[in-house]
């Protein structure tokens, strides 16, 4: 492994990058993502805030009784992925993000040609080329994950995860929120639990999770360039395993829709499909815009048992270790969509609490974000 030498320390200007502080730039990227991705932009302007009790009368409207089709997953519980192959996870690396990571603004491919920005991506993406090719060519990082499917349905506002597909015994109850702003009267207010068929509509269905990330090498090599003062190849590592780790999600989200759970055995998106979600389901991660409760990634270790597992661990804050590591839940519903929960009221501060069995005070903490 030799990265250290031969990766040569080639932007010698640290401190600016369009007039912006390079490593800020990087970093601040990566706070937007987790606050605001894309998907959770497009909310209409004008809003009513509405009581819990009203939200729930509006939640999302579905026939599961009559429309739902029950798939029984091939994988019920979980299931290890060791040393996965670095060269897969390459295809399936959505780039753009990258670019932004740098400051620098534009999609790709399209930012490689465009007039104002066009040279320095040209430049990091070559040089972000020739790290991964040493990465994957000397085995740098060991990518590891872990799937599970459950057997589940929704009761209110909370999934309910079962002991065993028999379904006599509730394992879990994982409280998700809902939306309290109408933005149209014809509208729902919605929450993640609307996407799980009612244990009252008969129906069978499940809840996913995973839980994968990029190495444990990464957080080493990230501080081993920061301790040379090499910030440009720290920032270039870290680019690298975020995007490498996004790209696991999303091989084996694939996995799942079309083997795993295989809801979606037929599906064939290309590249470009997979970045613009255009796949059946969602993946909504605790801590984004539809569950901003960090807290429910403790629902997601608990479950798959990811810390002995895997290896990855949550800190008090719930940030994962390594930080180049992503998990969510997987949701088969082909309605279900990426939402924003909003501000919510006090009615739901309270119920949430209840329904999590912490404290108001407790759950005020978690959920700042929404009041
Ligand atoms: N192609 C992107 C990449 O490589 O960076 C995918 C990652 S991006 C952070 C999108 C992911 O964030 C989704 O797959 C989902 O896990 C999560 N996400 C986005 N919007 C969300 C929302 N409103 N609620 C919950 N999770 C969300």
């Known amino acids: 492994m030799d990265i250290h030498h031969s990766i040569r320390y080639k932007l010698t200007k640290l401190d600016n990058l369009w007039g912006k ?72 690396i959505d780039w753009t993000p990258f670019f932004h990571g740098w400051g620098l603004k534009g999609r790709f491919p399209g930012i490689l040609e465009k007039e104002k920005v066009g040279r320095e991506a040209n430049r990091v993406f070559n040089e972000g080329q020739e790290m991964l090719d040493e990465i994957i060519e000397e085995k740098m990082f060991t990518p590891k994950g872990i799937i599970g499917i459950f057997p589940a349905n929704s009761e209110g506002d909370d999934i309910l995860i079962y002991a065993s597909d028999r379904r006599k015994k509730v394992h879990r109850r994982i409280p998700m929120l809902r939306q309290q702003q109408l933005r149209d009267q014809e509208g729902f207010t919605l929450s993640l639990s609307d996407y799980i068929a009612p244990a009252d509509s008969g129906k069978r269905d499940y809840l996913g999770g995973f839980a994968v990330t990029s190495g444990f090498e990464t957080d080493g090599l990230v501080q081993h360039f920061k301790s040379q003062g090499d910030s440009y190849n720290s920032v270039m590592v870290r680019l690298l395993a975020d995007r490498l780790v996004e790209a696991f999600a999303e091989v084996l989200h694939e996995a799942v829709r079309k083997k795993y759970w295989g809801y979606d055995p037929g599906e064939k998106l290309s590249q470009t499909d997979l970045i613009k979600e255009r796949y059946k389901g969602i993946r909504p991660a605790p801590g984004y815009p539809a569950c901003p409760d960090h807290t429910l990634k403790g629902h997601l270790f608990d479950l798959m048992k990811v810390e002995r597992r895997t290896g990855i661990t949550l800190n008090d804050s719930y940030a994962m270790n390594p930080a180049s590591s992503v998990a969510g839940f997987y949701m088969a519903h082909d309605r279900s969509r990426y939402f924003g929960i909003g501000k919510i009221g006090e009615d739901q501060l309270r119920d949430y609490a209840r329904r999590a069995s912490v404290d108001p005070e407790e759950a005020e903490k978690w959920l700042a974000p929404v009041l």
């Open 21 to 92: 502080p390079l490593i800020k730039s990087a970093l601040g990227f990566l706070g937007d993502k987790q606050q605001q991705p894309p998907s959770a932009k497009k909310q209409p302007r004008k809003a009513t805030f509405i009581s819990l009790k009203d939200a729930r009368k509006k939640r999302f409207y579905y026939n599961y009784r009559e429309d739902s089709v029950e798939v029984i997953p091939q994988l019920l519980g979980v299931k290890v992925f060791e040393d996965f192959d670095l060269k897969i996870l390459r295809q399936y």
